[in-house]
T-cell receptor, first 118, second 109 residues
Framework: GAVVSQHPSRVICKSGTSVKIECRSL??????MFWYRQFPKQSLMLMAT?????????EQGVEKDKFLINHASLTLSTLTVTSAHPEDSSFYIC??????????????FGPGTRLTVL | DAKTTQPTSMDCAEGRAANLPCNHS???????VYWYRQIHSQGPQYIIH???NNETNEMASLIITEDRKSSTLILPHATLRDTAVYYC??????????FGTGTRLKVLA
C-alpha cells in the first residue's frame, strides 16, 4: 500500500514552454501533497504544500506564478512549470501524506520527474 | 533549517549491520523521527518512524534514546542494494518535512 506515482518520469522541453507534472496517490486519499525540487548532489528542497480544495502554500523564494499547483481531488495534484527556462531544469518529486497511519501521518514519495529545459 | 545532523558518509561491509546515527537535540515532544532513503535518481523511500519507543519493521530497526535527542537506524544485514542516501527527519507529522543533507551509505562487497 501507500503508492504514489508521477507522470511523466522525464520530460525535455524548449525554453519558454510550460510543463505539467502529475502526482497521484494510488491506494489512499491524500488531503495534503507536497512538491520538492532536487538539484544534482543536493538534498530535497520543499517548494510548496498542496491541500485538496484550497490554494497551495509556497515556501519562501518559490514563485507561485511560475510554479502553479492544483490539488483538485484527494488523489491528484499537478505542478505546472510555466515559461520554463534552463535554470528550472531539476528533479521534481511529490509526496502525499497518508492520514490513515496509526500515528505520525507518514509521507510517501513519488518516483520523481526529471525536467530538462533546452 | 533542518533540525537533524547526520554524518556525511559511512561505509559498511555487506552482511554486517549498518548503524546510522542522527542527532536531533532540539526535538519537540510532539515530533516524530522519520527515516527515508534515496537511491540515485529515485524518490525517497519510507523506512520507519517512531515517537518515543524503539520500532522494528521488515526493513530496519529504529532506536531512540530516552531523552529523544538522538536516534540510530539499524539495517541488520546490509546488502549492496542498501547503498543510498539516508535521511533522518523530525516533524510533528501534520507538518512539512525539512530535509537535511543525509548520510551517504556505501555497502561494500
Amino acid at each position: 500500500g501507500a503508492v504514489v506515482s508521477q507522470h511523466p518520469s522525464r520530460v525535455i522541453c524548449k525554453s519558454g514552454t510550460s510543463v505539467k507534472i502529475e502526482c497521484r496517490s494510488l491506494d489512499f486519499q491524500a488531503t495534503t501533497m507536497f512538491w520538492y525540487r532536487q538539484f544534482p548532489k543536493q538534498s530535497l528542497m520543499l517548494m510548496a504544500t498542496s491541500n485538496e480544495g484550497s490554494k497551495a502554500t509556497y515556501e519562501q523564494g518559490v514563485e507561485k506564478d511560475k510554479f502553479l499547483i492544483n490539488h483538485a481531488s484527494l488523489t491528484l495534484s499537478t505542478l505546472t512549470v510555466t515559461s520554463a527556462h534552463p535554470e528550472d531544469s531539476s528533479f521534481y518529486i511529490c509526496s502525499a501524506r497518508d492520514g490513515r497511519d496509526r500515528a505520525g501521518d507518514t509521507q510517501y514519495f513519488g518516483p520523481g520527474t526529471r525536467l530538462t529545459v533546452l | 533549517d533542518a533540525k537533524t545532523t547526520q554524518p556525511t558518509s559511512m561505509d559498511c561491509a555487506e552482511g554486517r549491520a549498518a548503524n546510522l546515527p542522527c542527532n536531533h537535540s532540539t526535538i519537540s515532544g510532539n515530533e516524530y523521527v522519520y527515516w527515508y532513503r534515496q537511491i540515485h535518481s529515485q524518490g525517497p523511500q519510507y523506512i520507519i518512524h517512531g515517537l518515543k519507543n524503539n520500532e522494528t519493521n521488515e526493513m530496519a530497526s529504529l532506536i531512540i534514546t530516552e531523552d529523544r535527542k538522538s536516534s540510530t537506524l539499524i539495517l541488520p544485514h546490509a546488502t549492496l542494494r542498501d547503498t543510498a542516501v539516508y535521511y533522518c527527519i523530525v516533524s510533528p507529522g501534520t507538518y512539512k518535512y525539512i530535509f537535511g543533507t543525509g548520510t551517504r551509505l556505501k555497502v561494500l562487497a
